[in-house]
């Protein structure tokens, strides 16, 4: 049964007040779609920080990996444009290139922010730490680290599928992330993988409650099916 949402902005304004990236991934792993985390490298800039939103991928590559032509006395290739593209509620998600520099700055969230996205998530590092936390855009990335893209790598697409570590990555996905990582919920189960993901963060606060009230681990394991 769908819970009462009637746009994105309550759905995942929901999802930020009751879920957390365990439960969503424990019920895709029900589902058969054991692969949906993002490498665990990937990190929130702040602990704090919680990103849930739709997909907008990039695909970026190093100038040594050759660059089309057309984009060959581009600075950042399609960064710009990709930027100036995002939508209410998206997550600008980005990888293709080496982690040998930052995909991600104050400056992008600052326009980000602007357009109404919501987040970015980056297969690499990104830079500006204190401007990106005074603007608390949430960011999840390898870490801090202030070397330029400019001089070493373009966006050569956007708006495309991509894939980070074995997590195929499409526009329109659910990206949901926090402190335990990030996990990628095709568009195609939400709605079935959010209602069981509800369910199951309602079930184990009941499990907490039994467990501190003295009931055995196995006991309530029986009992409610959730540990």
């Not at 399609?78 to 400056?107: F, Q, R």
């Amino acid at each position: 049964m769908q819970e009462h949402w009637t746009n994105d902005d309550e759905l995942f304004d929901l999802m930020k007040r009751e879920l957390f990236s365990a439960v969503i991934g424990d019920i895709m792993d029900q589902l058969g779609y054991q692969h949906q985390f993002l490498p665990p490298e990937i990190q929130p800039l702040k602990d704090t920080m919680v990103l849930v939103g739709r997909a907008m991928p990039v695909l970026e590559a190093d100038i040594d990996q050759g660059i089309p032509e057309a984009l060959a006395d581009k600075p950042f290739g399609l960064m710009l444009e990709a930027l100036d593209d995002l939508k209410h509620n998206e997550v600008y998600i980005c990888t293709g290139s080496s982690p040998t520099y930052a995909l991600w700055g104050e400056l992008m969230s600052t326009r980000a922010m602007q357009l109404g996205a919501v987040g970015a998530v980056v297969d690499g590092y990104s830079r500006d730490t204190t401007g990106i936390l005074a603007l608390g855009f949430p960011t999840f990335s390898y870490g801090r680290y202030a070397q330029d893209q400019g001089p070493r790598g373009k966006v050569i697409d956007f708006r495309v599928p991509i894939e980070i570590g074995n997590v195929k990555v499409e526009q329109g996905d659910i990206i949901f992330g926090d402190l335990d990582g990030v996990c990628i919920v095709p568009r195609s189960i939400e709605i079935e993988v959010i209602a069981k993901s509800l369910e199951k963060a309602r079930g184990e606060k009941t499990v907490k409650t039994a467990i501190e009230n003295g009931m055995s681990a196995c006991a309530a394991f029986e009992k409610y099916g959730i540990m």
